[in-house]
């Protein structure tokens, strides 16, 4: 009897009686909350049924292509799939989109052209997006094909200035991207509605410039997406919620027709366009990954927001709040000094389902001016849908956390990570 409850089977994963029952009083309040995010999953899982059901996915799509990848039916029929699900006009789902920023520059690059200005709405664009736009100067950068760029930055509390919107844009803006997961930053990430009102201002000023939004982390967790509110585009990676954990590799492009004619002809060549590109054997994890991204990206969303509660209980700074709504699955906690990040991380580490016997280790990341150190023990490698954690060695050492692929395994990953520091004597209850 004893061994099955569940007491003795966290005990048997190193958590003691005391951190089980704190971390069980810390849920108890959460109920409503996940109730509102069962429901958002809900909803979205049948918005998703819904476009497999009308696009006729059989079992012939799960068969990939070779080669060219001429007439290659479950590609063409997944990113059918993509485009109603998004209510979008087309979309671009492929495997030779190899990651969020590679899908990013597509879209912008192929729309683009020399003379044309980029405008960011919401300041300063995920870091890997500068080498994209020669904000760092970098090999084949816009910035190189005479894409100029501008920028309208954030009001003092991080929100959008519709104000600094409008004075950013002149006659030669042609695109203007905006965020939607706040990524690394301290600013809010965006609502669906708030990233409406951006695209609105934006169109008050010149209709026909292209709207796009970086969707990263932000798919499933409201009941519609910014190409609801009038983007032209949206963005994401496969290995974070729309690949539902499953997917080993992918970007997607949603949009209008024009927007995504153009992106094809730069993901392949001018003249071939979307007719090459084979799917080889990735198509039933694509499928079946974007099946499961709502019931995946809901698991992720109450891992943070039990993390967010659980620490700030015990004075720690999190970000968003616990009592906050989300809009998307990053949650920033901020741990003031480093012995305690490192704890998190390990903690993290050590609930993994592959490489939990490692410990991470701080290290010199390329491009980061401190050390980082990250956490993860992924099916899928450097897959943030996955229970993962990371932060740079700094002031005020924060430490960035995503995912959850499962919800028990997310609540068990955060109860380890809680329960290291416990151990270690940095929390103490
Ligand atoms: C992850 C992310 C990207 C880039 O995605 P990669 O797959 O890491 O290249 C871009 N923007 C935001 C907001 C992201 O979270």
Same mark, same amino acid.
């Given at each position: 009897m004893a061994f099955t409850d569940m007491q003795s089977i966290y005990s048997s994963l190193g958590i003691n009686a005391r951190v089980f029952d704190i971390c069980e009083d810390v849920l108890s309040g959460l109920e409503d909350r996940f109730k509102a995010i069962d429901e958002t999953s809900e909803f979205c899982q049948l918005r998703v049924l819904n476009a497999f059901q009308k696009n006729n996915v059989n079992e012939s799509c799960l068969l990939g292509t070779t080669g060219y990848g001429y007439n290659d039916i479950g590609r063409d029929t997944l990113e059918k799939v993509y485009a109603d699900y998004f209510h979008a006009e087309d979309c671009l789902v492929r495997p030779q989109i190899t990651c969020g920023t590679h899908a990013l520059a597509l879209a912008l690059m192929s729309n683009l052209r020399p003379g044309d200005e980029l405008m960011s709405a919401v300041g300063k664009p995920y870091d890997t997006l500068e080498e994209v736009i020669g904000i760092r100067p970098s090999k084949g950068s816009l910035a190189e094909y005479g894409i100029t760029y501008a920028q309208a930055d954030l009001n003092d509390d991080g929100t959008p200035s519709y104000e600094n919107i409008k004075n950013a844009i002149?006659?030669?803006?042609k695109l203007v991207t905006i965020q939607r997961s706040k990524g690394y930053q301290t600013r809010p990430s965006l609502s669906v509605e708030t990233i409406g009102r951006i695209i609105e201002t934006v169109k008050s000023v010149r209709k026909d410039i292209i709207c796009m939004v970086d969707n990263c982390y932000g798919e499933f967790v409201e009941r519609i997406e910014p190409t609801d509110v009038g983007a032209d585009m949206v963005v994401g990676s496969l290995i974070k919620n729309p690949g539902g954990g499953l997917a080993q590799v992918g970007g997607y492009i949603a949009g209008t027709s024009e927007c995504i004619e153009n992106v094809s002809y730069r993901l392949t060549a001018p003249g071939l366009g979307r007719e090459v590109g084979p799917s080889l054997e990735a198509l039933p994890r694509m499928f079946q990954g974007f099946f499961m991204g709502p019931v995946v990206t809901a698991s992720a969303l109450k891992s943070a927001i039990f993390a967010a509660t659980l620490f700030e209980k015990y004075g720690f700074g999190s970000f968003p709040a616990g009592s906050e709504d989300r809009h998307d699955i990053i949650q920033a906690i901020t741990f003031g000094k480093p012995e305690s990040l490192i704890a998190f991380c390990e903690g993290i580490q050590s609930a993994a389902p592959v490489d939990s016997s490692y410990a991470p280790e701080p290290w010199d990341m390329p491009g980061y001016d401190s050390k980082v150190i990250m956490a993860a023990g992924a099916?899928? !490698?450097? !897959? !943030?849908?996955?229970l993962s954690a990371d932060g740079p060695l700094r002031e005020p050492y924060t430490a960035y956390f995503q995912g959850g692929i499962s919800w028990p395994h997310g609540k068990f990953g955060i109860i380890k990570a809680f329960q290291t520091l416990v151990d270690k004597g940095l929390v103490l209850c």
């Open positions: 002149n006659d030669r803006t099916f899928v !490698s450097g !897959s !943030s849908i996955e």
